[in-house]
């Protein structure tokens, strides 16, 4: 029964290139999350999904970011143009309720913007 | 999201047991305590939650005070691997998303 996997494990991108990050929920889980964790603090929601619906995204910056969870397959969490200081640890989340469920996370993507 | 106040760091041996407070005074009523605990370089993990009355699992157990105005996260007996910052977090039922703190850095001696 896999957990929730994140691809890639580490990514590295030159400033103003696109990265993309990957969150395959746990089997049967139909709701996720993601986080972003900066070096030495704590874990800053970002953006809540259902399948191909965003229903919270009040932690998302306003410009760049985006995030999608397609019918099929993976949820994606997009930044365009990448600066220094989107270099963090980025973690999805699923759970199989939206409410009140514990929630399922992965080992994360470490994103190194150069 | 209520508020909840933990110590930044707290430091325990292995093999004895490990009291993790947290104070939440303005917790309502339909607010679930829940802790989470992030291993280095990991995601973080489920540990346990509750409303009123204590609970146990595998993991560890959850004291609420009467007035659930804090709480107590014990783990029984530690290990080396319990090292971990652990995240004490009110939930409302309703809520659709955890709101993490800084939690408890803690640290375990051999």
């Known amino acids: 029964n896999a957990g929730v996997m994140q691809n890639p494990r580490h990514l590295v991108r030159r400033r103003g290139q696109e990265a993309r990050l990957r969150c395959s929920p746990m089997k049967g889980h139909s709701h996720v999350y993601w986080y972003r964790q900066l070096p030495e603090e704590g874990l800053k929601f970002m953006v809540y999904l259902q399948k191909e619906n965003i229903i919270d995204e009040s932690g998302m910056p306003k410009e760049r970011f985006s995030a999608e969870f397609p019918k099929e397959g993976p949820s994606i969490l997009r930044i365009q143009q990448v600066v220094r200081g989107d270099s963090a640890a980025y973690f999805c989340a699923s759970s199989i309720f939206a409410t009140n469920e514990k929630l399922f996370f992965g080992s994360g993507t470490q994103l190194s913007v150069l | 999201d209520a508020k909840t106040t933990q110590p930044n760091s707290m430091e325990s041996n292995e093999e004895e047991p490990v009291h993790l407070p947290c104070n939440h005074s303005t917790i309502s009523g339909t607010d679930y305590i829940h802790w989470y605990r992030q291993l280095p370089s990991q995601g973080p993990e489920y540990v346990i939650h509750g409303l009123t009355s204590n609970v146990n699992n595998r993991m560890a157990s959850l004291a609420i005070a009467e007035d659930r105005k804090s709480s107590t996260l014990i783990l029984h007996r530690a290990t080396l691997r319990d090292a971990a910052v652990y995240y004490c977090?009110?939930?409302?039922?309703?809520?659709?998303?955890?709101?993490f703190g800084q939690g408890t850095r803690l640290t375990i001696n051999p």
């Open positions: 977090i009110l939930r409302d039922q309703g809520a659709q998303k955890l709101v």
